[in-house]
């Protein structure tokens, strides 16, 4: 089992950038693939990045694709999705997720999650 917390969420201006922290507890960490997912009012929750359990392999979802990274450090239990050019549209709750097995980008495959962290992007 794993848990997670993610931090590093705010107020910022289209065009600024944002980076997003995830901590993750357990020792087997390096053994879950992990993604962030975000979820706007009124709206379903939508895949935004993955990585594989080694870093080897990252996904995005088209519309953040260029502007947003992930990263993952297995040695330090973190994962971080670096944020650029920011729009209004990216604005939601962002959520840090723990998968097993191969990297997905489908929210059915995530087992864990965590609290979630505010972004809200002004015009």
């Known amino acids: 089992q794993v848990q997670l917390v993610e931090s590093g969420g705010g107020l910022v201006q289209a065009g600024d950038s944002l980076r997003l922290s995830c901590a993750a507890s357990g020792r087997t960490f390096s053994s879950y693939a992990m993604g962030w997912f975000r979820q706007a009012p009124g709206k379903e929750r939508e895949f935004v990045a993955a990585?594989?359990?080694?870093?080897?392999?990252?996904y995005y979802a088209d519309s953040v694709k260029g502007r947003f990274t992930i990263s993952r450090n297995n040695a330090k239990n973190t994962v971080v999705l670096q944020m650029n050019s920011v729009k209004p549209e990216d604005t939601a709750v962002y959520y840090c997720a723990a998968a097993r097995g191969v990297v997905s980008t489908s929210i059915s495959e995530y087992a864990y999650w965590g609290q979630g962290t505010q972004v809200t992007v002004s015009s």
């Open positions: 990585i594989s359990f080694s870093g080897a392999r990252t």
